[in-house]
């Protein structure tokens, strides 16, 4: 069974840092680019991030540019988010995503959400002020 585990959130203070890692497991996915999305409560999910299969090329939403960084770790099967410099409007529950592709992650960033193949159940992201 193929399954995307996130982990790592948390309560943090406004210039806080987190890390989230998602595990996947069942497959490989070095054939894979993977996202971070996330869904604040009341609004629709939007991509935070992404990485291509191979790493090599990574995307953000302007609003963290500079702040979160995206990495992969093939050997592992993992992903990673770390977010620095957090702001209260980063709470929301952060999901991983992937999606077979061999595109940039610019290119993967506004594939619609239905393109990618499997989803993780989330992990709570809370920045108080």
């Known amino acids: 069974q193929v399954q995307l585990v996130e982990s790592g959130g948390g309560l943090v203070q406004t210039g806080g840092s987190l890390r989230l890692s998602c595990a996947a497991s069942?497959?490989?996915?070095?054939?894979?680019?993977m996202g971070w999305f996330r869904q604040a409560p009341g609004k629709e999910r939007d991509v935070v991030a992404t990485?291509?299969?191979?790493?090599?090329?990574?995307y953000y939403v302007d609003s963290v540019k500079g702040r979160f960084t995206i990495s992969r770790d093939s050997a592992k099967n993992a992903v990673y988010l770390q977010m620095d410099s957090l702001k209260p409007e980063d709470t929301a529950l952060y999901y991983c995503?992937?999606?077979?592709?061999?595109?940039?992650?610019?290119?993967?960033?506004?594939?619609?959400?239905?393109?990618?193949?499997?989803w993780g159940r989330g992990t709570q992201v809370t920045v108080s002020s």
């Open positions: 069942g497959r490989t996915f070095s054939s894979h680019a």
């Open positions: 990485i291509s299969w191979h790493g090599l090329s990574t």
């Open positions: 995503a992937s999606v077979r592709s061999f595109s940039t992650a610019q290119a993967i960033a506004v594939m619609p959400e239905s393109q990618y193949d499997y």
